[in-house]
Nanobody
Framework: QVQVIESGGGLVLPGGSLRLSCAASGRTFDDYAMGWFRRVSGEEREFVAALALDRSWGERNTFYADRVRGRFTISRDGAKTTVHLQMDSLKPEDTAVYYC????????????????????WGQGTQVIVSS
């Protein structure tokens, strides 16, 4: 059974930083995507960032939503099935529940990463940006 577990949420001042982590376990992933999405209460879930991974070659592609590009960085933790989302220059509008997701067969192009199927989801971690 695949498990996806997020960690690292919390309360931070505007302009501050947080790092979210996501660990996937339960099977071997050869060609896959790991992404972050977020949902503000009462709104639709939106894409934040994702990367395509290959077990042999590591990271292939990354893609960011326009509203976080340049402030957020998604990265893989070595050879593990773990990714981090480094969030800098946080704004109150970044307040949301952040979800990690894993999808089989990563999209071939970075631009397709937001739209590909994601098969496994975590429970979410709350991020609050407020003074």
């Amino acid at each position: 059974q695949v498990q996806v577990i997020e960690s690292g949420g919390g309360l931070v001042l505007p302009g501050g930083s947080l790092r979210l982590s996501c660990a996937a376990s339960g099977r071997t992933f050869d060609d896959y995507a790991m992404g972050w999405f977020r949902r503000v209460s009462g709104e639709e879930r939106e894409f934040v960032a994702a990367l395509a991974l290959d077990r042999s070659w590591g990271e292939r592609n990354t893609f960011y939503a326009d509203r976080v590009r340049g402030r957020f960085t998604i990265s893989r933790d070595g050879a593990k099935t773990t990714v981090h989302l480094q969030m800098d220059s946080l704004k109150p509008e970044d307040t949301a529940v952040y979800y990690c997701a894993v999808g089989w067969l990563a999209a071939a192009t970075p631009q397709a990463l937001p739209f590909q199927p994601y098969d496994y989801w975590g429970q979410g971690t709350q991020v609050i940006v407020s003074s």
